[in-house]
């Protein structure tokens, strides 16, 4: 199996948002669902220099989806087996014929990545554009991006060309799920 | 560990209930065409779709006035858009992909919207109260032409008036052009110049070059040492491709630096240094890095000998009193005051040492790029602003360099597209600044020159008339980009002074509830254009009718050929040609000027013209520079002109200075009225919207809600936490919105994004956020522009 995964590079990260609408376009999603999402994160504040102010406010944002991770806590809390991981390519996706909606894995995700769809009454989660994918295109955030921040492939390819980092300031550590994320960190970022 | 920034989303989004409630208002089911029925989430799938039938992709463009002009592919089945795309061709660095940003990816909850005008309407409630009731088209033609007919009669043409736009507009095609086009041709009209987005700096970047034409194609921003973005915000606004060139120079190595009251997206992506400064006082800073390039000698003596007029004493022009050169004002030698970090640091809040810091950088490291964002000069005195950025790139040799920028407008014709012509105006060309034409509508009959009316007749001091026709097509300016909406709507709403209004609009928007008769518009989906990108221009992108027009909407060209009939000038306006036909006009006549340019056929089949920039590299004013003696600049004296003769001889030394100064701001941080008032309010271009476009767009209010920006010792000061519900006050009215507090926003200083609806109770307070409740009417000294991040409120926890 060669498990995919998504690199994101935050440094370039402009919280523009194409990458979530281009997503929702494409998979016909009402507000509140989102299969991905950019968050922001603020530290820092101001000080005085004679008349004059100085700064150290620090933002970044993160664009995060499915993670497809290795223990994905989605998979493992799901009652019914809907949740479960392709062989294929680790991509982790639901079957609507067994999912209740029962939500327990968007509790137990730390990424927020599956959502409820109501008008379904079943859970909803990034699929890594299977479709697209296999007509040859890329997933529709990778394909958005006006920065070009974000690609997908297999993992062991995108941590050979960008290191393994999955951990920076706000996320959840990645020691509890292990994703399938590398992320070039924004300079306020570290951790 | 601390909450994350995931949880710490989820706990923020639920309490923002003025979403949820402007969300709601688009819930209704959406129509698509007269048969086929959606759901509101705009749902095509499988269940729904034949299978058998093919997916067809169509190549198109928003000509809405959006900065990007990205290149958006739509997917059809059976003539309905699914999904869409955008540029997938290889992405070089001479030919990067044109990719649609987030307003581009959320088109289709704009022209799938429920909420569409569907049929031409006529007011039956007072103006402004948003009553009507459907009429067919025919009824509406008929009414507009005896109304129009009568007034005129009355008044004269010169009371008809096509308002500055640029909605659903359209590109070459523009719907006010072509309501001129008709006016000129059953007798004149009042036209207008400049525009809200750049008047100072269209109007103040000449008296130091010539022209507007001083940008460079982005590419040479790779070349430079050091770029500053002075109050640009390229990410959100779009402009042209610049973000991604930027990128491109971040990526080899080149610092950047954004100067902005806020912590834009630009400056949080972009910028290895951030400097926040007080709105209105960036020309203090500017004095203070010339002091510092002056005094230390860091300026180019032999650029500044050979190409430039009034840097000192010896460089004057005639008849010019002495001690007025840049060189004395700098350094204080008739004043007194040396305008020095320290004196700037007072006025700008930018520390003396970041000041000295910058401008060594900028004069040593080059070539360096100053490049200019439109939001400065949309200030009381903005056009100090647009002189202080170019005489900065002129005394430090930053001019006609790969690498350097000249400043100012920035703008530059790589690709030119031909706009349907409007014809001539029997009345000359008889125009106000378009920034004054409620000034028009109340006190016409005296306003002349003073109040920057161009082409007079001879021995005529005033407009012949006050205006009392108005046609507002595509355009929010009506009232929620104009300033101070509650003075506007009480000009709107007294019948006497406004006769006939005029609105085609997509949606009811604040400007379309004024209206007495009210046109639904279809949308750049529906019909045939060619948009062009905002300058730099580098590319043209045929803008493909995808879609039948929805419901009973029709183009602002079609319905106005349907009153030229009326008005029995049918022929000389259409030329007989439909939109289609103009569209092949246009690409046939930009062949005649660019033999590149593409056939309607090639044009079909790629949907763009992009040029290579690298083969078709600009650098504004490289010829002037590198062979002065053959190429002058277009200027009176023929040099970069630091002192311009012309402003010299308006008489208005204060406000209008013959050489860039900082000159104290009303409703600035130096307005006593700050005691009252002590806050500044700014508003910017919000990525979520272009102008007052998108602003009912769910998915992108999702994105980008409506509240105001908010800094935390300003909020901790006013017992104000962030989410809650504040009102924003000052003298000209009232908005009660949700605050967010963060540190992206600078202590002094709040800001709300600009273009959100304006959504009075009955008291006239606006629940939605549009900054333009707050704003004045005071126009610029010398462009007569729209100063409209000039302001001083106050907030408070509601």
């Keep these: ?191 | 560990m601390s909450e994350n920034i995931i949880e710490k989303i989820q706990r923020k989004k639920m309490k923002r209930r003025s979403f949820l409630k402007w969300s709601g208002a688009v819930a209704a089911p959406a129509i698509i065409g007269s048969s086929t029925a959606v759901s509101n989430k705009l749902k095509i799938t499988a269940e729904t779709t034949d299978e058998a039938t093919e997916e067809k992709v169509i190549t198109t463009c928003g000509t809405l006035n959006c900065g990007g002009r990205c290149l958006i592919k739509a997917h059809l089945k059976d003539g309905v858009i699914t999904h869409l795309s955008t540029d997938t061709k290889e992405d070089t660095f001479d030919l990067p992909q044109l990719r649609a940003c987030v307003r581009g990816r959320g088109y289709r909850q704009f022209f799938y919207n429920p909420d569409r005008l569907k049929r031409p309407m006529k007011r039956v409630g007072k103006r402004g109260e948003g009553k009507f009731e459907e009429i067919s088209w025919e009824e509406a033609i008929d009414y507009i032409a005896e109304e129009l007919t009568r007034i005129t009669e009355e008044h004269g043409p010169s009371c008809r008036y096509s308002n500055y736009a640029s909605g659903h507009s359209g590109s070459i095609i523009g719907a006010g052009n072509m309501a001129q086009k008709l006016f000129g041709l059953t007798g004149g009209y009042l036209g207008y110049h400049n525009s809200y987005s750049s008047a100072q700096t269209s109007t103040a970047t000449p008296y130091t070059y010539g022209t507007t034409e001083t940008g460079s194609t982005l590419n040479t921003l790779s070349d430079s040492k050091l770029i500053i973005l002075w109050g640009h915000n390229p990410v959100e606004t779009r402009f042209g491709l610049t973000d991604f060139y930027v990128k491109k120079a971040k990526e080899n190595g080149v610092k950047i630096v954004v100067i902005d009251p806020r912590k834009s997206d630009t400056a949080v992506a972009l910028a290895d240094e951030w400097i926040p400064i007080a709105p209105t006082t960036d020309t203090a800073m500017m004095d203070a890095m010339m002091y510092v390039i002056i005094s230390e000698n860091l300026y180019d003596k032999k650029f500044v000998d050979k190409h430039c007029i009034g840097f000192d004493e010896e460089h004057m022009p005639e008849d010019v009193p002495e001690g007025e050169s840049l060189k004395s004002y700098i350094l204080g030698e008739k004043d007194g005051v040396p305008k020095t970090p320290e004196w700037a640091e007072e006025i700008c809040k930018v520390p003396a040492g970041t000041i000295q810091n910058l401008a060594r950088e900028y004069a040593t490291n080059k070539p360096s790029a100053l490049m200019q964002g439109y939001g400065p000069q949309r200030q009381a005195f903005g056009e100090q602003f647009t002189r202080g950025g170019t005489i900065l790139a002129a005394i430090t040799g930053n001019v006609g360099v790969r690498g350097g920028w000249a400043s100012g407008q920035g703008s530059i014709n790589l690709v030119t597209t031909t706009p349907v012509p409007k014809g001539e105006n029997p009345l000359g060309e008889l125009t106000i600044p378009c920034f004054l034409w409620t000034d028009a509508v109340v006190r016409g009959t005296e306003m002349g020159e003073e109040d920057g009316v161009k082409g007079l007749p001879d021995g005529q001091d005033t407009l012949p008339s006050n205006m009392k026709v108005m046609f507002n097509l595509a355009g929010n300016t009506l009232i929620n980009q104009h300033a101070d909406c509650n003075k506007t709507a009480e000009i709107l709403q007294d019948e006497s002074l406004l006769e006939l209004i005029v609105v085609s609009e997509v949606f009811m928007t604040p400007s379309a509830k004024f209206a007495d008769i009210l046109l639904p518009s279809n949308t750049f989906m529906e019909r045939w254009d060619i948009g062009s990108t905002w300058a730099p221009s580098q590319h043209a992108i045929l803008s493909e009718k995808c879609i039948e027009s929805m419901y009973d909407s029709k183009s602002d060209y079609e319905w106005l050929t349907m009153l030229a009939k009326k008005l029995g000038v049918e022929e000389e306006f259409t030329e007989g040609r439909s939109q289609l036909d103009w569209v092949k006009w246009s690409i046939e006549e930009s062949r005649k000027e660019d033999p590149n340019f593409p056939t309607f056929e090639e044009f079909r089949e790629n949907g763009v013209y992009q040029p290579s920039v690298e083969e078709n590299t600009v650098i504004a004013f490289e010829k002037e520079i590198k062979d002065p003696d053959n190429n002058k600049f277009e200027t009176p004296s023929g040099k970069i002109e630091i002192f311009s003769k012309d402003l010299w001889d308006m008489d208005n030394h204060e406000e209008i200075p013959a050489i860039p100064k900082h000159v104290h701001s009303w409703e600035g941080p130096e307005d006593p009225l700050i005691e009252e008032y002590p806050l500044q309010l700014i508003g910017w271009h919000y990525k979520r919207r272009c102008h007052s476009s998108f602003d009912n767009n769910k998915w992108l209010e999702e994105i980008g809600p409506q509240v105001l920006w908010m800094n935390e010792s300003d909020a901790s000061d006013r017992n104000i936490n962030d989410g809650d519900m504040v009102k924003i006050f000052n003298e000209r009215g009232e908005i009660q919105m949700p605050v967010e507090v963060t540190n992206r926003m600078m202590p002094g200083v709040a800001a709300i994004p600009q273009g959100a609806w304006w959504d009075p109770d009955e008291n006239g307070v606006d629940q939605r956020g549009n900054i333009n409740t707050l704003t004045g009417y005071r126009p610029s000294p010398l462009a007569k522009g729209n100063p409209q991040h000039t302001n001083l409120c106050e907030i408070e926890k509601l």
């Design chain 1, 1 to 191: 199996m060669v498990q995919m995964g998504f690199y994101i590079n935050s440094q370039l990260c402009t919280g523009c948002n194409a990458c979530v609408v281009a997503c929702k376009d494409k998979n016909d999603l009402d507000v509140g669902i989102n299969f991905r999402r950019v968050y922001e994160h603020t530290e820092g504040g101001y000080g005085k220099s004679n008349q004059g102010i100085t700064q150290n406010v620090q933002t970044f944002f993160t664009s995060i989806s499915c993670n497809h991770c290795d223990e994905p806590k989605c998979m493992e809390n799901c009652p019914t087996t809907a949740m479960y991981k392709r062989e294929e390519d680790g991509v982790v996706v639901i079957d609507h014929d067994k999912c209740v909606g029962c939500r327990y894995c968007e509790w137990n995700c730390p990424y927020g990545a599956p959502q409820y769809n109501e008008e379904l009454g079943k859970m909803t989660k990034c699929d890594t554009c299977l479709d697209l994918r296999e007509a040859g295109e890329e997933p529709a955030c990778v394909a958005a991006c006006p920065m070009r921040a974000i690609e997908f492939g297999p993992i062991e390819e995108l941590r050979e060309k960008y290191g393994d980092t999955a951990d920076v300031r706000g996320l959840p550590s990645s020691s509890i799920t292990k994703p399938n994320l590398v992320i070039n960190a924004h300079k306020d970022a570290s951790k």
